[in-house]
């Protein structure tokens, strides 16, 4: 029930405003210019999946691990005081009091290593989806911060490993669907996607 819950929130933050846009550029970072049959895109864009899960799984079973320590630190008056206002702070930011986005410079490098890049190998993207999940928007902040509360109180690694990659898996799927079906099924951009981002 847990995986299936964060699975579901990972799809939700697919469709957010830092994150659908980034959707495509990644598309053609991954895939590249080359035309590609069906399998060998899925396999690519599943393997950049796979990747960024990875990393998440990892980060999961870390927090898992540390368990009791970890819940002991956590109800310490000031670490509380300290949590509730960064809660806070990122609250106000999926609220639109202030935008948490990729800087601008790192965007247009983004855009022009989609413009060069060609077909990747495997272990490439693969990694590539590791490296980003330490880089990814700034949308999933919060509600990866919970996620890792949730999993430290738990003090379950099993559970910590299973919900983070859930989460992580939701967030891939528009992307193995774009490199799959194409750009054609990725819904317009509007007003929708900053209601999704305040219910988060």
Not at 12 to 20: D, E, N, R, S, Y
């Amino acid at each position: 029930a847990a995986a299936g819950i964060f699975l579901l929130l990972g799809l939700g933050l697919a469709f957010t405003p830092c994150m659908l846009p980034m959707y495509p550029i990644l598309s053609a970072i991954i895939l590249g210019r080359g035309s590609l049959n069906v399998g060998r895109a899925l396999a690519l864009s599943l393997a950049y999946v796979q990747g960024m899960a990875l990393t998440y799984t990892l980060v999961g079973l870390a927090v898992a691990a540390l368990g009791a320590s970890l819940q002991a630190w956590l109800q310490h008056p000031l670490v509380l005081t300290l949590f509730s206002l960064l809660f806070v702070l990122l609250a106000a930011a999926m609220f639109g009091a202030f935008e948490l986005q990729l800087p601008a410079n790192l965007q247009l490098r983004l855009h022009r290593l989609a413009g060069r890049s060609s077909a990747g190998s495997l272990p490439g993207v693969f990694t590539m989806g590791a490296i980003s999940a330490l880089i990814c928007s700034p949308c999933t902040t919060a509600p990866l911060s919970g996620a890792l509360l949730y999993v430290a109180q738990s003090g379950d690694r099993l559970l910590g490993a299973t919900v983070l990659d859930a989460l992580a898996l939701g967030m891939g799927i528009p992307l193995l669907l774009l490199g799959t079906l194409g750009p054609r099924w990725l819904p317009r951009h509007g007003l929708w996607m900053q209601r999704v981002k305040v219910l988060f």
